[in-house]
Every structure is written in C-alpha cells, then in structure tokens.
C-alpha cells in the first residue's frame, strides 16, 4: 500500500467536477492514507465540506480562520505538513491564480506556501479549457515543476463534447500511487529504528532515566516511512504520536528494549539506533518506596552494567545487513564517535554534539557528523530533525552503494 501513511492535502475548487471529489476522498482513505480538504469559497456550491470531512476525518478547511473559535488555519503550517498537494477539479479561476500568485483564498495560499509536490487536474468548459489564458496558465504551472492530470474528452456539464471532465477517481488515484512508487528509492526494506530514553527502576517511584523527547528518533522512522520502508520503531517512554505507517513497540529499560530489538533485528535490512539507553540499571530495584533514612545516612545504589544492545545485535549480523548508531558526546567527540563506531560493529554513525546550540536532547533541530567505516564523512548545518533524518538516510543510501 504506497499510499499508506501519506499526507495528502486536497484543495477543491469551483467546478461542477467537484462531485467525484468524496469518491477520490473515500479511496485515499481506504489506501491509509492522510487526507486534509482545502474548499475555495465557490467549491461548497458543488460539494458540501460535511460530507467530504465525513469522509476525511478531518475538518475541512474553507478560510484562513476558524468560523467557531477563530484559530488560524495555517496555510505554512499545512505546506509542510503534505507529502503531496492535489488540486482537483482545478478551476480556470483557480489555475489563474495559482500561476500568477494572486493569494486571496486559503487554498492559493497553501500552494504558494507547499514544500511538496503539486498535481493539478484542472476541469472546465471545453471552450474554457481551449483558451489561449487557460493554456498559458497551465503552461505557466508546469514551468514551475507542477504535475498536470490533464482532463478527459467527453461530454461536459454543458452538454458540450471535447477535452474539460476531470479525470476519474480511480484514475487520479493510480498516477498518485505511481508518483509515490517512482520515489519510494526505500520500498521492501525492513528498516529497524530505536528512539527514546529508557527508564531504569529504583524502586516503584523513580528510576534513572536521561533527557531524550525521542524527536530524532521519530523523525527518522517518518523519513524512512516517507522512502517506502517496513519501519517497526521501538521506542522508550516519550510523548509523541507514533509516526502513521509505523509498527510501534513501546517499552521501558534496556534489556526490554534489546528483547524488542532481538525479535526484529534478523529480519531487518537495517537498524538505526538512536535511542539513549541508559548505561547502568540498578542492581536490586526496590519492590517499596525506599524511606528517608531519618538521619541514618543515605542509601548506596548499587549499579549494573546494562546489555551494549548494538554491540549484541552486530555480533550477529547477517550479510548486507547495515547499522548505523549515533554518538552523543560533550568532549573528545570526533574521536569518541569513531571509537565506538569500530568497537560496537557499527557500519556508521551519527555524532551529535551537546555542545552545539541547537543540538542533541530534546531540540526541534540538531546538527550531525556522519561517519562511515570506510572513512566517508558528512557534516550537516543545523537544521530541523526532519531535514536531517533526510540526510542520514541519503549517507546510508550513499554509503550502501558506495562502501
Ligand atoms: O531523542 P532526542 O531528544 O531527539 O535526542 C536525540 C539523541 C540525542 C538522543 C540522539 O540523537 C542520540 O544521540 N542518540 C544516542 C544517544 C546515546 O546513547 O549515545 P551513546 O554515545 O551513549 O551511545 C552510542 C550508541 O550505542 C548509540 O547508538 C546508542 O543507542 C547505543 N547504545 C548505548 C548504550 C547501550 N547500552 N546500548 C546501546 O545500544
């Protein structure tokens, strides 16, 4: 299912074609994927926003503010948010303004505003679409790397006959899918990725733990899912949503997540171990709240050395299988990094820095320095950990093919 998981933003304008859009809504939906419906004011004449939020599960969104509690519909937000943007039917008003910026609709603004790749199925009139203005605008709309569904020949609205019908459904659906087929560079693979902290118990009310949000982590198995991937991310104990398309196993401690790590690893083509395990777990956990001592001293906790759970995965590698670990440190970093790279089994790694703003724990952003056994490196800028989920999977591409 190529489309599972997939955000895909929907903007609708006025066009009599408006009534196919809940069928192509309803087979998106069926597919996985994610689907947020952007009306121009002249769609709700065509289609009702109820029936296609129905469909959608979402709200549909017709104007830059909520009309019942007047949050703001972020048109920036929603642009890098979609994996890909349809608009569909596409208007001779809407492809107008689309082609020359006039932003005075929510759905003009969003497009301006996407990151993602943009189909556009335009339908119209046959005399409307054949105008020298019509043609020029999506002649204009290609130019800048949009996608064009051109439209049917048939019978029109009008009673007319010739090229202006939207194209079907089922149609529309099948050139999406081959779009996602054609750039999923990552489909079959069995991708393993760890994420989080872990908790260790002291006793039943505190536990040693570090400062992970489990952010990079995260954002690495969405990337992985966004190139076609088979993801199961085993995470620690964090608070975000797990990235749609993922298989998720949750778990607490170290040795929980070796375990997890054990049933999955063999059938992997890659682990990425960006989890913080903690090194040492407590000797004897307490199975009650351990007292003030009332003056009597302080309790010694005993510590135990937690299972390397990278070093026992890579003891037992199957050929062509790939890990990539990662390396937070706050000195001697460069060399620190490349000594745990050799002496876990690594093939890469990833070093993160807690001396850079910016970087590490808990930030939206970081900054890494990736590493290769063979000696091919790459320093990063500081940038969003999604943009750098993408440049750790394009080194593990790189450095696949080119050992
Ligand atoms: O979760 P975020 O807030 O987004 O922060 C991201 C991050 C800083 C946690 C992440 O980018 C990161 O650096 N993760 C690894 C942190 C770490 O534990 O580094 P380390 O240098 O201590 O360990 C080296 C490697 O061995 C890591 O891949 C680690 O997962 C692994 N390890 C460590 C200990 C252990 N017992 N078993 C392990 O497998």
Not at 78 to 91: F, I, K
Not at 209 to 223: C, D, I, P, R, T
Not at 281 to 287: E, I
Not at 312 to 320: E, I, K, V
Request: glycine content about 8%; hydrophobic content about 45%.
């Amino acid at each position: 299912m190529v489309l599972k998981g997939k955000k895909i933003l929907i903007g609708i304008s006025g066009s009599i074609a408006a009534y196919k859009m809940p069928l192509l809504v309803r087979l998106l939906m069926k597919e996985g994927a994610e689907v947020q419906i952007i009306m121009t004011p002249a769609a709700r004449d065509f289609v009702t926003p109820l029936t296609l939020s129905t469909l959608s599960k979402r709200p549909v969104l017709t104007g830059p503010f909520n009309p019942v509690d007047g949050t703001w519909n972020s048109h920036v937000d929603m642009g890098n948010w979609a994996d890909l943007m349809l608009v569909a039917p596409a208007s001779a008003t809407t492809l107008g303004k689309m082609a020359n910026g006039i932003a005075d609709n929510l759905l003009v603004t969003t497009y301006l505003a996407a990151v993602c790749p943009v189909f556009i199925a335009p339908a119209m009139d046959l005399d409307m679409f054949q105008h020298p203005s019509t043609r020029q605008n999506i002649k204009t709309l290609q130019s800048y790397g949009n996608h064009l569904i051109a439209p049917r020949e048939g019978e029109l609205a009008s009673g007319l006959c010739g090229a202006g019908r939207l194209e079907e459904p089922e149609v529309i659906l099948e050139i999406l899918r081959d779009f996602f087929k054609g750039i999923q560079s990552w489909a079959g693979k069995k991708v393993l990725i760890t994420a989080g902290p872990t908790v260790e118990p002291i006793d039943p009310v505190r536990y040693i733990s570090n400062h992970s949000s489990g952010k990079m982590g995260y954002a690495l198995a969405e990337e992985a899912i966004k190139r076609g991937a088979d993801v199961t991310l085993v995470s620690g104990p964090v608070s975000l949503p797990a990235p749609s398309g993922v298989t998720l196993i949750k778990v607490h401690t170290a040795q929980q997540m070796l375990e997890a790590c054990q049933k999955v690893f063999d059938a992997s083509d890659l682990l990425i171990m960006a989890a913080a395990v903690a090194d040492y777990r407590v000797a004897a956990v307490s199975d009650h709240k351990i007292k003030k001592q009332g003056g009597a001293g302080t309790p010694a906790l005993d510590l135990v050395e937690n299972p390397d759970i990278v070093k026992t995965l890579s003891a037992h590698r199957n050929d062509g299988q790939y890990i990539m670990g990662f390396a937070l440190e706050t000195d001697n970093e460069l060399a620190n990094a490349q000594s745990k790279l050799m002496s876990k089994g690594m093939d890469a790694i990833a070093l993160n820095s807690l001396n850079e703003q910016g970087a590490g724990f808990g930030t939206d952003t970081n900054k890494v320095t990736l590493i290769h056994r063979s000696g091919i490196s790459y320093t990063s800028g500081l940038e969003p950990k999604a943009g750098i989920a993408g440049r750790i999977l394009d080194f593990i591409e790189e450095t696949i093919v080119n050992p």
